[in-house]
């Protein structure tokens, strides 16, 4: 009588050990490291007032350099835009800034520190991002805005919410803040996810603002929301917009235009506009009105 069963356990073991090759491989894809571990002897890193710089910076992924002798200064407090075509490596220089990858060559400076010798958790401390996609999980709308300080109170993140002209939907909602969201937050409007992103970035409070600009169109007023949140997050700290929007640009102090990895003209708007170059290309054929 046991034969029988005894053979199909067999049959499972077979079965259990190719599925765990698979497993194996999985664990191993989840502990790879993506980004560069700390030095030895990594600090922490402190931020007073916000400057961030790139000396003579030079990158490559693996073969063929993306980033060729950039030289970035953004001062303490001002608006930066970053432009240029797809592929000049716009998102490189905010991998960079967030202690992804260090460079091969050159420095990465902020208030004078170089991020190769702080550690990557201190660095992206003061650092917050706002990019296309928001990342929301399933969880309340608190949850989701308190994910870059979980200890925040309900006042906060309320105050966080107020300034991201996200309090006005989320009351809306059927539980408020108590609301749980779908992974992925499909539903509630592109508009809705950019303003909880911006919240986030409110309450995470940092002195280093990275902003990706959305390119996909939003309704009008969605967009004067949004806007009118992102003035509000702007005060007070170092933004770098990767720019799509001719209001952004047009409002930076300065501009950088960026081609297959070098600087090719910097500075406010209308000066580049004067100039027969890249940039004058660019705003006749790229940014909205
Ligand atoms: P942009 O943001 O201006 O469109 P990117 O910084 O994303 O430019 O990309 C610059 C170049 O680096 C491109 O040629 C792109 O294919 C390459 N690149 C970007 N990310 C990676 C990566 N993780 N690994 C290898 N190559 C990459």
Do not use: W
């Amino acid at each position: 009588m046991s034969y029988e069963p005894a053979k199909r356990l067999a049959r499972l073991h077979i079965n259990l050990e190719k599925d765990l090759v698979g497993v194996r491989l999985l664990y191993e894809a989840i502990d790879t490291d993506i980004t560069q571990p700390d030095r030895p002897g990594a600090q922490a890193l402190t931020v007073s007032a916000g400057d961030v710089e790139l000396q003579n910076v030079s990158f490559a992924y693996d073969d063929g350099k993306v980033l060729r002798d950039v030289d970035l200064k953004f001062r303490a407090g001002t608006v930066n835009a970053l432009v240029g075509p797809s592929g000049a490596g716009k998102t490189t220089v905010f991998s960079l800034i967030e202690r992804f990858y260090n460079p091969q060559k050159g420095r990465v400076l902020i208030d004078g520190f170089d991020l190769a010798e702080a550690t990557a958790k201190s660095v992206r401390e003061h650092i917050a991002l706002v990019s296309q996609d928001t990342f929301l999980f399933e969880g309340t709308v608190a949850e989701n805005i308190a994910v870059s300080r979980p200890n925040a109170g309900r006042e906060e993140i309320v105050a966080a919410a107020t300034a991201a002209n996200a309090a006005g939907f989320i009351a809306a909602l059927p539980e408020g803040y108590g609301t749980t969201l779908a992974a992925g937050g499909d539903t509630l409007s592109g508009g809705q996810k950019q303003r909880l992103a911006i919240a986030r970035a409110m309450l995470h409070d940092a002195k280093i603002l990275l902003l990706d600009e959305a390119t996909s169109a939003l309704d009008s007023e969605s967009e004067a929301l949004i806007l009118e949140a992102l003035d509000r997050l702007m005060a007070d700290r170092t933004t770098i917009v990767i720019a799509h929007r001719l209001s952004t640009v047009r409002r930076a102090d300065c501009i950088y235009v960026m081609d297959t990895g070098r600087i090719v003209q910097s500075g406010p708007h209308d000066k580049l506009i004067a100039e027969d170059g890249l940039y004058a290309r660019l705003h006749a054929l790229q940014f909205d009105a």
